[in-house]
């Protein structure tokens, strides 16, 4: 059902909901997952989704592999390499398990995205400028409302992406190929989240509204086909799964003409399916299709 407007910037309570927002150009990239083994997301977000391969590289302490959805949005799956030369991933996987891991924002001067990010009373970490052709920083989770946030800068000059990893899908498919429509996250504070991702890092609200157990949401946009869902957690069994964390990564929503096909998908509403976390490397999965039965 609809709310009251959607509030305004710099009405929003919390860090980032005051002061100057990052300037130029803002894209919400992609939502990266943790996983054991590079090859884990293929058979669900490859094979099935028809996520197609992007870009691919190697880092110390993990490796990344990009799939492409439909409408241009991306899933990056990180699983541990050269691990002793970094053993965060390792760390993280062994504590919490595959699941997500960070949200990604490309900017378009990192300097000036770290001094906004500063005055607005956040102490990034992780700067690193070692790679003229990236350039990044990060907000840890307890400034992020739960998630890793990156925001990176990309190079005059990138890299052409290396070719397909040895046995990735071969992509010809008889179905639908899947659009990744939003990132839905859930949040214990939800005016501090828009203070960040709306008032900060240059979000525009493209709708908003409230769940049918009373929870309101508020789903922001920017260049590119990124969506994140801001989710209240003040409600039901949405607040007893936040628990006292300041929020978690609730959902992937895809847009997906055959849902049955992805295993474990279940259909909770006409066409709406839902596959749970501990079905798919710990990242529940809602798809919609608008196939007509």
Do not use: C
């Not at 956040?122 to 946030?149: C, K, M, Q, T």
């Not at 509204?209 to 508020?218: E, L, M």
């Not at 259909?267 to 919609?288: H, I, K, P, S």
């Amino acid at each position: 059902m609809p709310t009251d407007r959607p509030p305004e910037p710099n009405e929003a309570s919390g860090r980032g909901g005051a002061g100057g927002a990052v300037a130029g150009s803002i894209s919400f990239d992609h939502v990266a997952i943790a996983v054991r083994r590079l090859t884990d997301p293929w058979p669900v977000f490859a094979d099935v989704l028809g996520g197609t391969y992007l870009d691919r590289g190697i880092n110390p302490g993990f490796g990344w592999t990009q799939l492409r959805f439909a409408n241009g949005f991306i899933v990056e799956g990180l699983h541990p390499e050269e691990t002793d030369k970094a053993d965060f991933l390792t760390r993280f996987l062994d504590r919490s398990g595959p699941g997500p891991h960070h949200l990604t924002f490309k900017v378009a001067d990192l300097d000036d995205a770290l001094a906004a990010v500063r005055a607005a009373g956040f102490d990034p970490v992780g700067e690193d400028r070692s790679d003229p052709a990236w350039s990044e920083a990060f907000l840890r989770p307890n400034e992020a409302h739960g998630i890793v946030v990156q925001l990176a800068q990309v190079g005059t000059d990138p890299l052409s992406p290396p070719p397909e990893p040895e046995g990735f899908p071969e992509m010809t498919y008889d179905h639908p190929v899947a659009s990744l429509g939003r990132v839905v996250h859930a949040v214990a504070d939800i005016e501090g989240a828009l203070g960040l991702f709306r008032d900060l890092l240059g979000g525009r609200v493209m709708s908003s509204g409230a769940a049918v157990d009373g929870n309101h949401w508020v789903e922001l946009g920017w260049d590119g086909p990124g969506r994140l869902r801001l989710l209240e957690g003040a409600h039901a069994a949405i607040a007893e799964w936040i628990g006292d964390r300041p929020g978690r990564l609730r959902h992937l929503f895809f847009n997906f003409d055959e849902p049955r096909l992805v295993p474990g998908a279940r259909e909770v509403a006409e066409n709406r399916w839902v596959v749970d976390a501990d079905d798919v490397l710990g990242t529940r999965l809602v798809l919609a299709s608008n196939a007509r039965p």
